[in-house]
T-cell receptor, first 116, second 110 residues
Framework: GAGVSQSPSNKVTEKGKDVELRCDPI?????LYWYRQSLGQGLEFLIY????????KSGLPSDRFSAERTGGSVSTLTIQRTQQEDSAVYLC??????????????FGSGTRLTVV | EDQVTQSPEALRLQEGESSSLNCSYT??????LFWYRQDPGKGPEFLFT???AGEEKEKERLKATLTKKESFLHITAPKPEDSATYLC???????????FGTGTRLKVLA
């Protein structure tokens, strides 16, 4: 597609339920990142995928969070047993290759998650 | 500890009133410094990458500069459409992780 697509754009869930957030990166982009943006906070790194390499999961805040990337394209971020502190905007970004600094990242519009 | 601090948190300008946004950083090694613009309800949009002290880049009314400790985003004769949150990020040498500042919310009044 022309840009990074994320779905759903908004998600309201009850505390304790599981949620799945989806990211469709730009075709051909090998690097994919998930970030979390909370009100008044900077973007917080969650996880990074590069091609077929093992992902860097060091930013995931707890074992309730997991992510996968199938076929080097679509990625899904799963949050199990959601808590109110998980409420945030979850942003996905892709780039042509690892650290393509000249081009920066292309971000999606994010999924706004609200846990009630 | 690697850290990025942006100031001011918020800035209101009259149309045509030039100003600068600051991004100061403390990192173990700088691979690159990035500026992004973020509109409400949207993801950040890439503006510039700066790699070394003394480097400058321009795009329309925006000019980014870099020193060893900070970067400035200069906005010349801003227009209302320049209203957005401007984010600064650094990439640490030897890693692919980026540390973002909390941003400067810019409002340009007609």
């Amino acid at each position: 597609g022309a840009g990074v697509s994320q779905s759903p754009s908004n998600k309201v869930t009850e505390k304790g339920k599981d949620v799945e957030l989806r990211c469709d990166p730009i075709s051909g982009h090998t690097a994919l990142y998930w970030y979390r943006q909370s009100l008044g906070q900077g973007l917080e790194f969650l996880i990074y995928f590069q091609g077929n390499s093992a992902p860097d999961k060091s930013g995931l805040p707890s074992d309730r969070f997991s992510a996968e990337r199938t076929g080097g394209s679509v990625s899904t971020l799963t949050i199990q047993r959601t808590q109110q502190e998980d409420s945030a905007v979850y942003l996905c970004a892709s780039s042509p290759s690892q650290g393509a600094e000249d081009y920066g990242y292309t971000f999606g519009s994010g999924t706004r998650l609200t846990v009630v | 500890e690697d850290q990025v601090t942006q100031s001011p948190e918020a800035l209101r300008l009259q149309e045509g009133e030039s100003s600068s946004l600051n991004c100061s950083y403390t990192v173990s090694g700088l691979r690159g410094l990035f500026w992004y613009r973020q509109d409400p309800g949207k993801g950040p949009e890439f503006l510039f990458t700066l790699y070394s002290a003394g480097e400058e880049k321009e795009k329309e009314r925006l000019k980014a500069t870099l020193t060893k400790k900070e970067s400035f985003l200069h906005i010349t004769a801003p227009k209302p459409e320049d209203s957005a949150t401007y984010l600064c990020a650094v990439r640490i040498s030897g890693t692919y992780k980026y540390i973002f500042g909390t941003g400067t919310r810019l409002k340009v009044l007609a």
